[in-house]
Nanobody, 125 residues
Framework: QMQPVESGGGSVQAGGSLQLSCSAS????????MGWFRQVPGKEREAVAS??????RTHYADSVKGRFTISNAKNTLVLQMDSLKPEDSAMYFC????????????????????WGQGTQVLVSS
């Protein structure tokens, strides 16, 4: 199966904005949870946001609530990141839930089976 492909990462100053996109056309018809996760070296991968598009359900990590917005249109998963902070710096990954957790993955990384290669985000102070 095709791997999700992220784009849109880069460098920005604190307070700025970035928009990440994830092309996941191979999985769009599945209707499963799709999510964004991030990881910094030496730390575990953490959830950022997820969406179950069929019912418009979204979930956000407490650290990004009110600043990040996840959306899914035409099999493209988008993460709008505003008011960025240096602690948001990380490699960001797009993922699609496994068949088992298709409708229940929420913010659990272990429930996602299909991962992109990641896109780097660097926020400078």
């Amino acid at each position: 199966q095709m791997q999700p492909v992220e784009s849109g990462g880069g460098s920005v100053q604190a307070g700025g904005s970035l928009q990440l996109s994830c092309s996941a056309s191979a999985y769009g018809s599945s209707g499963c949870y799709m999510g964004w996760f991030r990881q910094v070296p030496g730390k575990e991968r953490e959830a950022v946001a997820s969406i179950l598009s069929s019912v418009g359900r979204t979930h956000y990590a407490d650290s990004v609530k009110g600043r990040f917005t996840i959306s899914n249109a035409k099999n493209t998963l988008v993460l709008q990141m505003d008011s960025l902070k240096p602690e948001d710096s990380a490699m960001y990954f797009c993922a699609v839930a496994s068949a088992t957790w298709c409708y229940g993955a929420m913010l659990r990384p272990d429930r996602y089976a299909y991962w992109g290669q990641g896109t780097q985000v660097l926020v400078s102070s």
